[in-house]
């Protein structure tokens, strides 16, 4: 039985707001639903101190849940994205879709085997794949975050950083937030 690939332009016949988030990895569709309050709530204290430093320092800009089409197989919504003034022309400004790697993605677990599976394996080899400098896998529950960063070629795990510890990236000079202030 052959497995039917999807294509971008597949997604632009499903519904738009039915609460439902449609991505494409590999030409396989992922749905997923609303996320959980809590959820969100990261994500949005994540963004704001991008935002915040991004402002201080002119160095890029931050971003809700944009659409990263990295290809006709591959459109994803990461959580955040955070990209560099100077690659901000992989922006398609009719669009508002990156069209390339951001410089980072940062994704926040939601429940499920199926929504871990996709972002702890499918997204973190795309995101490998496509040249994303920075990868940050968050989880309010655990109140962690597993910091990826390219070695070589690839995202690596370098850390994996608990309540106490201070989160800091080479992308993001001066930037530091202490995790907790993240979850609560």
């Not at 402002?55 to 089409?69: K, Q, Y």
């Not at 410089?103 to 394996?121: F, H, I, M």
């Not at 995101?127 to 690596?156: C, F, H, M, P, Q």
Request: charged share 30%; hydrophobic share 40%; with cysteine.
């Amino acid at each position: 039985m052959a497995t039917i690939r999807l294509r971008v332009e597949d997604l632009e016949g499903l519904p738009q707001d039915d609460g439902n988030r449609y991505e494409l990895i590999d030409g396989e569709l992922h749905v997923t639903r609303q996320p959980h309050w809590n959820h969100q709530q990261v994500s949005g204290v994540i963004f704001g101190a991008l935002r915040a430093w991004s402002r201080e320092t002119s160095r890029g800009a931050a971003s809700l849940a944009p659409g990263v089409i990295f290809s006709e197989e591959d459109a994803v919504a990461p959580d955040v994205v955070w990209i560099s003034s100077d690659r901000m022309s992989v922006l398609d400004k009719e669009t508002g879709k990156l069209t390339a790697a951001p410089d980072l993605a940062v994704e926040v677990l939601s429940p499920g085997d199926q929504n871990v599976r996709r972002d702890r394996r499918l997204k973190l080899d795309l995101y490998s794949r496509r040249g994303v400098k920075e990868y940050w896998i968050v989880d309010w529950r655990e109140r962690s975050i597993e910091v990826y960063r390219r070695v070589n070629a690839a995202l690596t795990l370098t850390a994996t950083l608990r309540a106490e510890d201070e989160l800091t990236s080479p992308l993001l000079p001066g930037f530091r937030c202490r995790v907790a202030e993240l979850f609560d």
